[in-house]
């Protein structure tokens, strides 16, 4: 059973470009998660999807940022105009239930994003 | 908001016990756990306490006292591959809270 597949593991780009992450949660897994990691700090939380629907985005950046789970496919992060404080380590969760409290999430390897 | 304490770093030999501490202030609370991250990668589900006490598994246990919002996490037997980032977390529903995690050192 494959676990949370991110793509790309990688990812440069120059300021002003944007970045596309992509997800694909562990099969059975309807309930996605973006955090952000920054060097020497925790994860923090972005946003949370379920398929076509943003359930909440409370950690998500008002501008440039955008997150989509459609019906078929990966999740995606969508970076808009980068900036050099984008630069960061992009993790994505999923869990078969909404409700985590006692159910570990499950992440993915993470895409490292470099701004230059 | 929630607000999770715990060492920025510790380094210990092969063999020995490593207790890393977390404070918590959250404004609401259903347990805590703990993550493992290598060199960067995924982080990996260890522990969840949901009620007060000791909950062991295998080399590793993890405390929780909710009177004093504090819980730890306990390697014993240290090994190299133990070197890794740890990570509690609040869970609150969907949304997990981490601090910003300790960096455990294995020497020889």
């Known amino acids: 059973n494959a676990g949370v597949m991110q793509n790309p593991r990688h990812l440069v780009r120059r300021r002003g470009q944007e970045a596309r992450l992509r997800c694909s949660p562990m099969?059975?897994?309807?309930?996605v998660y973006w955090y952000r990691q920054l060097p020497e700090e925790g994860l923090k939380f972005m946003v949370y999807?379920?398929?076509?629907?943003?359930?909440?985005e409370s950690g998500m950046p008002k501008e440039r940022f955008s997150a989509e789970f459609p019906k078929e496919g990966p999740s995606i992060l969508r970076i808009q105009q980068v900036v050099r404080g984008d630069s960061a380590a992009y993790f994505c969760?999923?869990?078969?239930?909404?409700?985590?409290?006692?159910?570990?999430?499950?992440f993915g390897d993470g895409t490292r994003l470099s701004i230059l | 908001g929630q607000s999770l304490e715990q060492p920025s770093e510790v380094t210990a030999v092969e063999g020995a016990i490593v207790q890393i501490n977390c404070t918590y202030q959250?404004?609401?609370?259903?347990?805590l756990s703990w993550y493992q991250q290598h060199d960067g990668g995924a982080p990996t589900f260890l522990s969840y306490?949901?009620?007060?006490g000791l909950e062991e598994t295998g080399r590793f246990s993890s405390f929780l006292s909710r009177s004093d919002s504090y819980g730890y996490l306990l390697l014993q037997e240290l090994q190299m591959k133990d070197s890794a980032s740890y990570f509690c977390?609040?869970?609150?529903?969907?949304?997990?809270?981490f601090g910003a995690g300790t960096t455990v050192t294995v020497r020889a």
């Open positions: 999807l379920q398929k076509e629907n943003i359930i909440d």
């Open positions: 977390a609040v869970p609150n529903d969907y949304k997990l809270s």
């Open positions: 306490n949901a009620l007060d």
């Open positions: 959250t404004s609401g609370f259903y347990g």
């Open positions: 969760a999923s869990s078969p239930i909404r409700d985590t409290s006692n159910q570990p999430q499950h």
């Open positions: 099969k059975g897994h309807s309930h």
